[in-house]
């Protein structure tokens, strides 16, 4: 968008939610009369727009909102949307994980760990096991349930000593 080129964040995500609430009204009407929105371009660029409203949202220090956001991406892409679309629900996976990563308690951190594993699946499916994303993804996973083995042992011992 212009606007975010010009530094104007927050119109830029006026601009983006304006479209999104027309491609969505777009997508409900066809959903009425029995044809399939997957695989067209209007959610193409549902899809992209999210993934927009959601890295804006970030640059603004707005998390929970960009959360939101990207959770409601992941809902729009399935098995049948096109590889972009694909490409843009793993991303957003990276992006839930580290939001969520950034939160206190071992829920967050569980759900961190859940979505690097979907975005793990998804690379490795997308790009396969060599990739260089695909490879700094599996070794972030794996650091991130290290560190969560370590934190609960600690819990474990913790709670013995107590």
Known sequence: SILSKKGDLEGAIRSYESGVEGLRSHSEEQQRLGVSSKG????????????RIGSLKLKLGDREGA????????????EDSPRSSQIEKAKAHIKCATICRQHDGKGSRIKSISHLREALEMY?????????????IASSLRQWLTEEREASNKGSILEMTA
């Open 40 to 51: 067209n371009s209007h959610n193409k660029h549902l899809v992209a727009a999210l993934g």
């Open 67 to 78: 959360l939101e956001v990207y959770m409601s991406l992941l809902q729009e892409v399935d």
């Open 124 to 136: 490795t499916a997308l790009f396969g096991p060599e990739n260089k994303d695909t490879l700094a």
